[in-house]
């Protein structure tokens, strides 16, 4: 696999976009970059066509004007983690879930807490929107990018 990586200025600060020739692999913030470059066996600089199209439609989320994201996306990670990003993909835009409605939603209600640390461990920010899950209380708990940017994230959409 041909694995590229592009950095790429946001209202949030710098990410950074992951992928190969045919899909999405990663969507890292800037602090959390040295981490993830680490992941990658084979990697390089410079851009793809995936990587423009990620770009695109990031800039176009960001500017309030796109809702979905449509793009090639491939997780790597054990059954239930795949499981449970691609649960995340099920929260409509501008709504928000708790971990434990998403414990439910990949069929474990006890697994609470190792849904959370999934979403933490999600590789693919923004577009696997992992910032729409919550506290039960409603209050905002952890996010890799840290609380200011989920704050942002959910602020933005409940603009559009």
Excluded at 60 to 72: I, N, S, V
Excluded at 79 to 96: D, E, H, M, R, V
Aim: with cysteine; aromatic share 10%.
């Amino acid at each position: 696999m041909d694995n590229r990586y592009k950095k790429m200025p946001s209202p949030i600060g710098p990410i950074f976009i992951v992928a190969d020739t045919s899909s999405l692999r990663a969507i890292t913030f800037e602090k959390n970059w040295p981490d993830e470059l680490q992941k990658w066996k084979t990697i390089s600089q410079g851009s793809n066509a995936i990587i423009q199209k990620t770009r695109n439609q990031l800039e176009e989320y960001f500017a309030g004007h796109r809702t979905f994201f449509e793009l090639p996306i491939v997780f790597t990670g054990t059954p239930f983690q795949k499981k449970t990003w691609q649960a995340l993909l099920t929260i409509p835009y501008g709504q928000t879930r708790s971990y434990s409605q998403q414990a439910q939603r990949v069929g474990n209600p006890k697994a609470v807490r190792a849904v959370g640390r999934t979403n933490g461990l999600n590789p693919i920010a923004i577009v696997v929107p992992c910032h729409r899950v919550i506290g039960k209380s409603g209050k905002l708990t952890g996010y890799a990018g840290g609380l200011d940017i989920k704050r942002f994230l959910l602020d933005l959409e409940k603009k559009s």
